[in-house]
C-alpha cells in the first residue's frame, strides 16, 4: 500500500487511500468529479478524550449538519445505502440510484427493510429534528453537491 493508490468509487465520489510522501503517513482524500473536497491524514499519536470535547459540542450548535438533517449511512457487501432526510440513495461501485421518501410510512418501510435498522427510532429521530428547524422533514430541499 506505500506506493499504490487504493481507490473505491462510491456514487459520485472517489475515495482514495496513500501514502503521503511528504509526511510518510497514511491518509484518504475524497474526491468529487476528479477534485478533493475533504481528506484526512492518519494520527499515529493516540489522543485523550478531552482532545475532542469542543468539537462534540460544537456539532450540536445551531446550523451545524448533525442537528440540521437525518443521515444514515450502511455499508454491505455489494452495495451501501444512505438515507439524507427523505432521500434514499443506493451506491453500487460507480452507480448510484435515489428516490424521494414521500411520507413517514416510505421512511419508515426504509429504515426496515433496505437499511434492515429493525431497532431505529426514526419517527422519534424525525419529531426532534422538526422540532429543533421548525420545518417540516418532508418539504423539498436543495441539497449543496458535497452533502
Known sequence: MDKTL????????????????????YEIEV???GNRIHGYAINDDIRQFDFFIKTIE???????????CVR??????DQTIEMKDNRLI??????SHSKTLKNM???ESAVKNELTMLRCPIKK???ILEQVTQQNFFKEKNYPEKY
Open 105 to 107: 410510512d416510505e421512511v
Open 125 to 127: 429521530a424525525i419529531r
Open 90 to 95: 443506493h451506491y453500487k461501485g460507480g452507480n
Open 31 to 33: 474526491l468529487l468529479d
Open 58 to 68: 460544537e456539532s450540536f450548535e445551531a446550523g451545524q449538519t448533525f442537528m440540521s
Open 6 to 25: 487504493h481507490t473505491i468509487r462510491h456514487g459520485k465520489y472517489t475515495y482514495g487511500f496513500k501514502k503521503n510522501e511528504k509526511s510518510d503517513k
Open 72 to 77: 444514515i449511512t450502511r455499508v454491505f457487501e
